[in-house]
T-cell receptor, first 114, second 112 residues
Framework: KAGVTQTPRYLIKTRGQQVTLSCSPI?????VSWYQQTPGQGLQFLFE???????NKGNFPGRFSGRQFSNSRSEMNVSTLELGDSALYLC?????????????FGEGSWLTVV | TQLLEQSPQFLSIQEGENLTVYCNSS?????LQWYRQEPGEGPVLLVT?????EVKKLKRLTFQFGDARKDSSLHITAAQPGDTGLYLC????????????FGQGTTLQVKP
């Protein structure tokens, strides 16, 4: 079956701009989580969406937001970009959460803020 | 705040050697997962341990979950160059959500 698809794979943005990243989960999966990975902080949880509702949220500023559509595809948006937002953004999907389910990660979107 | 301390951060060994990676926390997790990540790719799940004291084996890899479900270890026997990569432990927060708390990761290099 098709895996988790993230687009775009690479992008460069300027400070102050905003960016939208997209994630298409595995067919039949309703839970989509987003993580930020940096060399200094490792992988940090951003938020999780399930059936179009945000079910859990990490400790990131309000500049980071997301949404999920009725087909379970998800987008995350970062507004007013800062240099520190440069990171690999990973999307993970599962059938309905962690319990008893395998979490599948996409290859990520590499964001560079200059 | 739930944290996972993973050690060592870096490990460079010769082919054929054994190694152990540790993951420790003061918090209890409902389950703990181990991932391997290759450069430019997302993490790939290796195993999930759920029960305190549980031991799972995956070929040359042995995973253990502590009795109190606060710590875990990954032991690799007779490491091979193909084992090179970033190994991550991740604890699942209680409740059926998609939130994982990740350790900092262990970068393993196995030299032929």
């Amino acid at each position: 079956k098709a895996g988790v698809t993230q687009t775009p794979r690479y992008l460069i943005k300027t400070r102050g701009q905003q960016v939208t990243l997209s994630c298409s989960p595995i067919s039949g999966h309703r839970s989509v989580s987003w993580y930020q990975q940096t060399p200094g902080q490792g992988l940090q949880f951003l938020f999780e969406y399930f059936s179009e509702t945000q079910r859990n949220k990490g400790n990131f500023p309000g500049r980071f937001s997301g949404r999920q559509f009725s087909n379970s595809r998800s987008e995350m948006n970062v507004s007013t970009l800062e240099l520190g937002d440069s990171a690999l953004y990973l999307c993970a999907s599962s059938r309905d959460g962690i319990s008893g389910n395998t979490i599948y990660f996409g290859e990520g979107s590499w964001l560079t803020v200059v | 705040t739930q944290l996972l301390e993973q050690s060592p951060q870096f490990l460079s060994i010769q082919e054929g050697e054994n190694l152990t990676v540790y993951c420790n926390s003061s918090s209890v997790f409902s389950s703990l997962q181990w991932y391997r990540q290759e450069p430019g790719e997302g993490p790939v799940l290796l195993v999930t341990v759920v029960t305190g004291g549980e031991v799972k084996k995956l070929k040359r890899l042995t995973f253990q979950f502590g009795d109190a479900r606060k710590d875990s270890s990954l032991h690799i026997t007779a490491a091979q160059p193909g084992d090179t990569g970033l190994y991550l432990c991740a604890g699942a927060v209680s409740g059926n959500t998609g939130k994982l708390i990740f350790g900092q990761g262990t970068t393993l290099q196995v030299k032929p």
